[in-house]
Structures are given as C-alpha cells and as structure tokens.
C-alpha cells in the first residue's frame, strides 16, 4: 500500500502548528496529497475545485451578518446586557448552564438552528455571559473577559454536539445507520439516538461543572484582586 | 421549485456588495477576495472544474499574502448605541429571532402538513432555504422599522464579515479537502494502520482503540463523518460486532459521540472553534478549543465507559 498520502496529514498538522495562513495550509495539503495519490496535478486542481463548488452550502450562512450587524448598530448587545443586569440573582454560571440545557434539549428536539455563533453567540449569549459575570464579580480582567466569551462559544458547541444526536432524523444517524447497513447490520434511527443519551447527561454534566467552577475562580481572582 | 441554486445567487449578490464597498473603501486585497467568492456563487455551476479550482488557488493566494484586512465602515458610537438600546428596548430581538423561527417552524410545518406535496422547495434543502428566506423577512422588517442609512446594513455586514476574514470560507475548504483526501485513499491507509495496531483478545484494548481513532481521526479530518466510515470499517465492524459480538447500535452510535469529543479539540473544526474565535474578537484563535478541552477529555472517557458496558457487557 502507499503510504505517501499521510504526508498530507502531517503537512495539515505542521501547517497549523507554524501558525501559516490555515486556508494556504488546507490547500497546499490537498495537491501535495492528490499528487502523492499518483493524479496528477491539474486533475487535483479539478477535484478541489469540483468540491469546493458542491459545498457552497456551508458559505451560505454568513448572508446573516447584514441582520446582526444592522440590530448591533442599534445596541442589540447593549440590550442583552441590560436584561441581564434586569435579572436578580442572576449569575454566568447560571445563565451558561441554563443555556447548556436549552441548546441541548432544542437540538434533540430537531432544532439545531436556533442556536449558532454568529446568530446567538455573538450577539446574545456572550454579551449576557460578560454582564453576568461583571454583575457578580465587578470589572473582568482582561484575559477572564476573553475566557468569558470563549466559553460560551465553548458551551453552544457542547449543547449541539451532545444533543443533536438524540433526534432522530439527524446526518450523523442516518450515516451511522448507513455505514451498518451497508455491512450488513440494519439498524433503525431510534435505536441509535437512545444510545446517545448517557452522553448527552454525562456531557450536561461534565460541561456544567465546568461552567460553575469558572465562574468560582473570576470570584476569587476578582476577591483577591481587591485584598491588593 | 426552490433550489439551492437561489440561495447561491442571494449570497452570491452580498458578496458582490461586500466586494464593492472594499473596493469603495481602497481595501483592494478585501474587494478581490469576496468578488472571487461571488462568481464562485453566481458562476461556480456554470463552469468547468478547472476554473472552480483556479478560483480557490487565487483566492487561496490572496489569503496567504495577508490581502485581507479588518474594515471599518462608519458606524454608531457605544454611546449612541446604549441610547438606541433603551429607547428601543427588547423589540429589537424580534428581527434577530425571525431568522430562526422562520427556519425551524417552516421546517416543521413544510414537513408535517400536505404543504410538502406542493414541492415548493428542493428535497432535503428546506431548512437552509427557510434560513435564506428569514434572512430576507428580518431584513425588510429591521429597514421597515429602524429606517437606517439605505447601505447600513451593508457596511454592518462588511464589517463583521471582515472581521472574520478568511476564516469565512475554512469551512467550505476544509469540506473540499475532505473530498481530495476520500480520493487519495487516506481513510483506508488510516485505517489499514489503526486495524494493525491492535493486540488480539483485548475487548477493552480494542474498544479504547476504536474511540481513541475516532477522535484522533477526526482531530485530522475536522468533522466527525469523515473518521465514522474509515474506524467503522477497519475496527467498529469487523473487530468489535464480529469478532467480539457486540451491539452495533452502541458502538456505531457512541462512537461517532467519541469523535465529536474529537471535534471539540481541533481547529480543522473551524466553523465551530475558529470562527467564533474571529466573531468574538479574542486575542487567542485558539481560545475555544482551550475552554473546551476540560469537556472533550472527560467525556471522551465517559463514552469509552459507555461504550465498553452498553455494547459488551450488557449486551452479552
């Protein structure tokens, strides 16, 4: 067997790793790759741009920005705020868990595009995460504001991730249920989607712990700045 | 009937106006960039490969010589936007949540009532193009109401799109070299190699394999659908259902949740880890993936639990 293509692999890898343009990266890879193959080069050219064509689709989603951009330019991440600040007793821990289980309990439901960075994330969920935070904790340092934000992109990726596959009628599962098929084990979509609940709750679980006990480190690092 | 084939001339038209007000604002690396991805929506199937590849390679190339910059259209201050934010108080979530709605209960109601024998939309493309559509009503309704500058929403757009920069299109390329890595043959060597490590007579060993493949694998490939086919085969199938005689439901099931942990920990997942990084504007591109690594770690555990208890031992 040729064994060439992997170098593609570590190229991507190395690529990534040296901090190059990852977009110069993934296509260097992908003609280093199709040539190692034994294609040769303009048939490579082909295949990438024969791919890059059918999976538009995925481009598709950033004609939102026009939307949020326009309701940003009329303080929508203001507004987030301030119902934040509106709700008493209200804390990042809280608001991130509480997100963790509707992202979760939606997805599973079939409804994985209610959720999404640049339609909820940044225009919603973290500009609330922030308040919360700086409600109970005071002014963030700059580096707690950055982890912040990160997790709660972290924590709409998780809730996704984790229960999108309870729904049945999912591509994972129909992939999953086709890759058996194909080998001779047929399997229905609900037989499969059970199996991803004890990940869901162990997944809700892990995540929100996670999420409290940031939430307890910007109190102490905010308390122990005060001492000083 | 309403295909995709809409939706790309739609977005394809933005990135023409995107690429119009760089050019506009003397942004030339920024102006070419987004007309290149414009015909690649208006023309890109009505040419040939060839020139779809060479697309890619120039847009690729502005790229890697760092053409694209931040913009910064006019805009309204943070002062004028905490006054906005209280006079208009929470109806201004109503057009940021038409787009969702839209798309989820137009998904429901075109599918559970007879509105899908009308065959209004392209099979299996319903949800995106409601997507599309909701774009356009939050568009209209958000004008209609806030009476913007008529380029606003352009020039808003501008800027967050330009805030994102070429991580816009690492999605769709990293799709594209999932194809070219599916023709050279590397899921089987992958998995022609992981199949040899494997001592014999270790259910355990081999479970701990089979999930270990499935992340590392989707590490790599940057989704988990690549790895599922590639472990599926060289370990899942022939190793643990028949050789072991366990539950394939499970392990097909938590095996691909195993490479979603995978998925969690790689910028190869760039719309779900990199992306957000540049919507976010943190410092550290790789800040995402950091806060989720104390997830993904434990929890792959979880599902090597899961899965070594749910396929073997209650099974057996």
Known sequence: ?228 | MITYEWLYVLAGAFFAIWSALSLRDRRWGNGAFWALLAASFLLGSHVSDIVNGLLVLAMVAIAGAGGLKRSDPPTTSAGQRLDFSALLGNRLFVPALIVPITAVAGTLLYNYTPLNETALFEERRETLILFGIGVLFALAAAMVWLKPPILAPAEEGRRLLDSIGWAAILPQMLAALGAVFALAGVGDIIGTVAGGIIPQGSVFVTVVVFALGMALFTMIMGNAFAAFPVMAAAIGIPLLVEQYGGNPAVIGAVGMLAGFCGTLMTPMAANFNIVPAALLELKDQNGVIRQQIGTAVPLWVCNVAILYVGAFLLWN
């Open chain 1, 1 to 228: 067997m040729n064994h060439w293509p992997l170098l593609g692999i570590a190229l991507v890898v190395f690529g990534f790793a040296l901090r190059f343009n990852p977009l110069f990266v993934v296509a260097f890879s992908a003609l280093v790759t199709g040539v190692l193959a034994g294609l040769d080069l303009v048939s490579v050219i082909e295949a990438l741009g024969k791919a890059f064509n059918d999976n538009r689709y995925i481009s598709v989603t950033w004609i939102i920005l026009p939307v949020i951009g326009l309701l940003e330019r009329y303080g929508l991440q203001q507004r987030a705020r301030a119902l934040i600040e509106g709700v008493r007793g209200a804390t990042m821990g809280k608001l991130l868990v509480l997100y963790l289980a509707f992202r979760q309990l939606t997805a599973a439901l079939g409804m994985k595009d209610i959720g999404g960075h640049p339609q909820a994330v940044r225009p919603l969920v973290a500009p609330m995460a922030q308040a919360a935070a700086e409600k109970s904790h005071g002014e963030l340092a700059e580096d707690e504001r950055q982890k912040v934000l990160a997790m709660a992109a972290a924590t709409d990726n998780v809730g996704l991730f984790f229960g999108e596959d309870i729904f049945f009628a999912i591509a994972s599962i129909l992939l999953i249920q086709a890759v058996f098929e194909s080998a001779g084990y047929p399997l229905t979509p609900l037989q499969l989607s059970v199996w991803a609940i004890p990940t869901a709750i162990c997944a809700f679980l892990i995540h929100g712990s996670r999420i409290l006990a940031l939430d307890r480190r910007l109190g102490k690092a905010a308390a122990g700045g005060g001492v000083r």
